[in-house]
């Protein structure tokens, strides 16, 4: 499998190239390797519905473009079926509030 380039603040770094997740999701892999226990189905579908709900009233506000709203609300439906689970990777047990899983769940969408 190659890989692709993507940069953050932080620098520069290489992801698979058959991943759906970036380099925020690398790097979360990296700094809390704690458990090897990935995060339950249950909490990746409440983010999934939350993010499809915000992206349906941000597209209903006019704040989000009709494209991208459609494109997020696709995504998400997509992973409500049961789509893309071996995208989500990041360690259940990270520090700080769930921003790695966030994170996850934003680059797999």
């Known amino acids: 499998m190659g890989s692709r380039e993507e940069r953050d603040p932080l620098g520069r770094r290489k992801v698979p190239s058959g991943v759906l997740w970036g380099i ?15 995060n339950h189905e249950g909490i990746l579908r409440a983010y ?14 006019g704040s989000l473009e009709e ?16 789509k893309h689970w071996e995208n989500f990777v990041v360690d259940r047990f990270q520090a700080g509030a769930g921003t790695s899983t966030n994170m996850n769940v934003n680059e797999v969408i």
């Open 48 to 61: 999934a519905e939350i993010k499809l709900a915000c992206a349906k009233a941000n597209r209903d506000l």
């Open 67 to 82: 494209s991208v709203a459609e494109a997020i609300i696709q995504a998400t439906q997509e992973i409500l079926e049961g």
């Open 24 to 38: 925020q999701t690398l790097r979360a892999m990296e700094n809390f390797p704690v458990s090897g226990l990935r």
